[in-house]
């Protein structure tokens, strides 16, 4: 239990150090030109209290990458830690506060609209697909589990809910499944809809304190009840990972929302449009982010320990056919009595609840800028909701949960890639420390880009070696056309510079005429 306390002394001890210095590096200061008040329009734009935008981004961002990916994660070896810790600190927090910064400074600027500012027209039309996509797949993922979650507590008497509806690849749907998919369904578009503080700003303070009872509930399994014993140190960097899959580039899409995501950036303008001062932006972001981190850690950690060990973890996996659902629901009722294991599920399903409805916002206000279609009619947001809607539930259908993920996974880390090198264009125009970001690019470049050709849900290379150099000279290549794009903002930099003092010259030089 060594590694673990370690690393959760590392993770708290952040906020205050690398949390302060970011907060340094990028100049927060006092200022009351905020959008919550410069924009304001009683539906996105509404100043809140500090303690409950920070809870609705812990939600938003929360949902259930720290505990699913965490657990699935931790089935690679004590490894997870180690990802998770520095990834959060070092990429995660950093890419949260960053990314939220830079909206909170542009007016609330959505992310695509971040990345047309610092990166130019064709990223953002390219970081516009994929934060769709992205938001289409945490919709799918934040129904479907959180439905399997609610099943999993109801017990049914009449046999019409036990009924099996729909049986095919995506699982078997019964009649109790999809009403309450159906349920869940109608809540996303209902708060989607309506003004943040209707629904977001009342409900969320009280999930938050769902999502804290869960994680308490996890630390008191882990420190009174014998499971920290079981928790393995961090001794080796080997693969444990029962399916064989490489833990580079795997495990840093598998664990994302614990250690790095680039849905929270998607999230972040949604709460930049809410604040009342930019002194809060270090407590929201990194705070968020670093609060994400330690559930992951305490999820990899009872996933190590509940069955003894990161081969029993694997077994259990294969077991339960990858069903992150039903293993959390396994360690919540065998760890803890009945009605706080209930109370820990409901913490879960909250976090996937709450996650799921804002990315529907996001997808919601991503799609009706591109559009150019005004949100400040109710019939408008319905017309560009309903069709992402409605695409979430056909995967839902269609596709297995363990598949949903797996993309969802790459998806969310290649726009964290997009994300990343859109702060450190920001940096570099505002001449900041640019390697606080750029360093984690082309990490996570690297990443992404060798998942594309080792992933057998894509190119599947058996040749891992050949993956890799290909990974790296993709990654090469886009290093490259980042340092043209600086070079070119460089030099039109100091052609608007030459420009501008040949002006004031002449202006100096007839005015000295004049006279």
Not at 138 to 159: D, K
Not at 190 to 215: C, Q, R, S
Not at 309 to 330: D, E, K
């Amino acid at each position: 239990m060594i590694t673990f306390l370690i690393c959760l002394a590392l993770l708290i001890t952040a906020y205050f150090t690398y949390g302060k210095f970011l907060e340094r590096i990028i100049g927060v200061r006092n200022n009351t030109e905020v959008p919550s008040k410069v924009s304001y329009d009683g539906v996105d734009y509404i100043p809140l209290p500090r303690w409950k935008i920070f809870l609705i981004q812990l939600l938003n961002i929360a949902g259930l990458g720290p505990i699913f990916g965490a657990i699935l994660g931790a089935a690679y070896g004590p490894v997870a830690f180690l990802w998770i810790t520095l990834g959060g600190i070092f990429m995660g927090a950093m890419h949260d506060f960053l990314s939220g910064y830079m909206s909170l400074k542009n007016n609330g600027c959505s992310l695509h609209q971040l990345a047309n500012l610092y990166l130019g027209k064709n990223t953002k039309l390219m970081m516009s697909l994929f934060t769709g996509l992205l938001m289409i797949m945490v919709g799918a993922v934040f129904m479907s589990q959180p439905a399997v979650l609610i099943n999993n507590l109801i017990h049914y008497e009449n046999p019409f809910f036990t009924t099996v509806a729909i049986d095919n690849s995506a699982g078997i749907y019964t009649n109790g499944l999809l009403i309450i998919l159906a349920c869940i369904f109608v809540y996303y578009i209902v708060a989607t809809i309506l003004p943040i503080d209707k629904i977001i700003g009342n409900l969320y303070p009280v999930f938050g304190i769902l999502l804290l009872i869960m994680a308490f509930g996890m630390l008191y399994a882990i420190f009174f009840e014998g499971y920290g014993a079981n928790i393995p140190e961090l001794t080796t960097l080997q693969n444990m990972n029962a399916s064989n899959l490489p833990i580079f580039p795997m495990l840093f899409t598998t664990i994302a929302c614990g250690a790095l995501s680039g849905f929270h950036a998607t999230q972040s303008p949604l709460m930049a449009r809410c604040i009342s001062n930019e002194k809060q932006a270090r407590g929201i972001f990194y705070g968020a982010m670093i609060s994400e981190s330690i559930i992951a850690l305490v999820w990899a950690a009872i996933g190590m320990a509940f069955w003894g060990s990161v081969q029993g973890l694997n077994g259990a996996i294969a077991q339960y056919n990858g069903s992150a659902a039903l293993l959390v629901t396994t360690i919540a009722n065998s760890t803890l009595g009945k009605t706080l294991a209930a109370l820990v599920t409901l913490g879960i399903i909250a976090c996937a609840i709450t996650s799921g409805d804002t990315a529907f916002r996001s997808a919601r206000l991503i799609f009706s800028d591109l559009l150019k279609i005004s949100q400040t009619k109710s019939m408008n947001r319905i017309i560009v909701a309903l069709p992402v809607f409605i695409l979430s539930l056909i995967i839902i259908l269609l596709l297995p949960f363990q598949t949903m993920w797996s993309y969802f996974a790459w998806l969310n880390q290649t726009l964290a890639v997009f994300t990343l090198w859109t702060i450190t264009s920001w940096l570099h125009n505002n001449n900041r420390l640019m390697n606080i970001s750029a360093i984690p690019a082309i990490f996570m470049t690297f990443v992404c880009s060798s998942y594309i050709f080792i992933s057998p849900l894509m190119f599947g290379m058996r040749n891992r070696v050949l993956g890799l150099i290909l990974g790296a000279v993709l990654t090469l290549i886009i290093m490259m056309m980042f340092i043209y794009k600086i070079r070119m903002d460089n030099k039109s930099r100091n052609l608007s510079l030459r420009a501008g003092m040949t002006i004031a010259l002449k202006n100096a030089r007839e005015a000295y005429l004049m006279k």
